[in-house]
């Protein structure tokens, strides 16, 4: 249905049928946040909402880009170096993959909330990276379509953010979560399909100085790890945390260490199905963050305790924090009870009316209207 109406808008924009359709999902981080720089595992999922990119080539050398997100349309030589705005990361994941050809036409119609933290830039970077491989008949493999958006966003938008967005959004499976360890970029996908549901709320909040706090985030778990003398500081232990001597430092990486023992905690939580214990370790995770590694923000606390009061078994921020999107996991019947909760605790906090979104583990990217 979707992909229907997604070709007929292909069809108005540019008066012909699209060769190809691909789409990807949004994804969240079930547990084990700011571990990826820290070489420590993540846990995350495939969203139900998805972007959706439609393609044509072309014969004069021209990237046509219209986006049902935004009013302008783009229209860039195939192969320009420096290209803003939007633009940058269909371009950017085109040239990355060494398919720039003689042109395409490309409408991209993206359901996955923008800056919301559910990850629209990757789903945008590998539904195009997809739908333009099989327009230009080349088959990339998974892992070469992850380097390539990853690429994107790191060479071409100028976003310096690992490759776990994009691994997430090409590899999820429904009724899955992947477990990604980039100590040896390996992930695999294990069972998740909790009792109730994954809700997510979208906190509506934007936090401008999100990228600077990133960047200072690393640099302070690079220095800890280089005066611990270890690699992969999210495997250093609780000993490490006591031989830091700066107490801002401490809490970092005793949010770094502790995050890691959760994340084991949790998968033990999923394989035995303990969906109390996976709560509460997905609360303690909120805690961390909020106190240790202060990236949360009023917009994700008030999401999160309203939705405990309301009865929700865990509840955390998900994603680089600053603003973006909660989760919480929710018992059977009690959805309704906790989506009003947080909508009547942010009125009166006094801020933006939050959005909901199902959290149902969902299947990565996909050709969907293929050549072949
Ligand atoms: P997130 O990935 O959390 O949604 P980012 O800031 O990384 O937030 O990416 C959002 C940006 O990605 C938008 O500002 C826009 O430039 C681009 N983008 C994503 N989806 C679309 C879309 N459907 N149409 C146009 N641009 C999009
Ligand atoms: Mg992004």
């Given at each position: 249905m979707v992909v229907e109406t997604v070709m007929s808008s292909f069809s108005r924009a540019f008066g012909r049928d699209p060769e190809s359709v691909a789409s990807a999902p949004g994804r969240v981080n079930l547990i084990g946040e700011h571990l990826d720089y820290n070489g420590?595992?993540?846990?995350?999922?495939?969203?139900?909402?998805?972007?959706?990119?439609?393609?044509?080539?072309?014969?004069?050398?021209?990237?046509?880009?219209?986006?049902?997100?935004?009013?302008?349309?783009?229209?860039?030589?195939?192969?320009?170096?420096?290209?803003?705005?939007?633009?940058?990361?269909?371009?950017?994941?085109?040239?990355?993959?060494?398919?720039?050809?003689?042109?395409?036409?490309?409408?991209?119609?993206?359901?996955?909330?923008?800056?919301?933290?559910?990850?629209?830039?990757?789903?945008?970077?590998?539904?195009?990276?997809?739908?333009?491989?099989?327009?230009?008949?080349?088959?990339?493999?998974?892992?070469?379509?992850?380097a390539a958006a990853v690429r994107a966003e790191n060479d071409y938008v100028g976003a310096p953010t690992g490759a776990l967005d994009?691994?997430?959004?090409?590899?999820?499976?429904?009724?899955?979560?992947?477990?990604?360890?980039?100590?040896?970029?390996s992930h695999r996908l294990v069972p998740w399909e909790p009792e109730g549901q994954l809700l997510v709320i979208d906190t509506r909040a934007e936090h401008s100085h999100a990228?600077?706090?990133?960047?200072?985030?690393?640099?302070?778990?690079?220095?800890?790890?280089?005066?611990?003398?270890?690699?992969?500081l999210a495997t250093a232990g609780a000993d490490a945390v006591e031989r830091l001597l700066d107490p801002v430092v401490r809490r970092r990486v005793r949010h770094v260490?502790?995050?890691?023992?959760?994340?084991?905690?949790?998968?033990?939580?999923?394989?035995?199905?303990?969906?109390?214990?996976?709560?509460?370790?997905?609360?303690?995770?909120?805690a961390s963050l909020r106190d240790d590694y202060e990236v949360s923000c009023r917009e994700l606390d008030v999401a999160v305790e309203a939705a405990l009061d309301a009865g929700a078994l865990g509840a955390r921020m998900t994603g680089g924090g600053f603003g973006g999107s909660a989760i919480a996991l929710v018992p059977a019947g009690l959805g309704?009870?906790?989506?009003?909760?947080?909508?009547?605790?942010?009125?009166?906090?006094?801020?933006?009316?939050?959005?909901?979104?199902?959290?149902?583990?969902?299947?990565?990217?996909?050709?969907?209207?293929?050549?072949s």
């Open positions: 420590g595992r993540s846990l995350p999922i495939g969203l139900p909402v998805r972007t959706y990119v439609a393609v044509a080539p072309r014969t004069d050398g021209r990237l046509v880009l219209v986006s049902e997100q935004s009013p302008d349309r783009m229209e860039v030589a195939v192969d320009a170096p420096d290209v803003g705005g939007w633009a940058a990361y269909v371009v950017g994941v085109v040239q990355a993959l060494g398919l720039a050809g003689t042109g395409y036409d490309v409408l991209v119609d993206g359901r996955v909330p923008l800056g919301a933290g559910l990850s629209s830039s990757a789903a945008l970077e590998c539904a195009a990276g997809l739908a333009v491989a099989d327009a230009a008949g080349a088959t990339p493999s998974r892992e070469e379509l992850v994009q691994t997430s959004v090409v590899f999820a499976r429904a009724g899955h979560a992947l477990v990604v360890d980039p100590a040896g970029g990228g600077g706090e990133y960047a200072d985030r690393r640099r302070t778990c690079d220095a800890a790890a280089a005066e611990l003398g270890v690699t992969r260490v502790t995050e890691e023992v959760r994340v084991g905690q949790a998968l033990d939580a999923v394989e035995a199905r303990d969906w109390q214990g996976f709560g509460r370790l997905m609360t303690a995770s909120h309704d009870t906790v989506r009003d909760a947080v909508t009547a605790a942010f009125a009166d906090a006094g801020l933006a009316e939050p959005g909901f979104l199902d959290g149902t583990a969902s299947d990565g990217a996909v050709v969907e209207v293929g050549r």
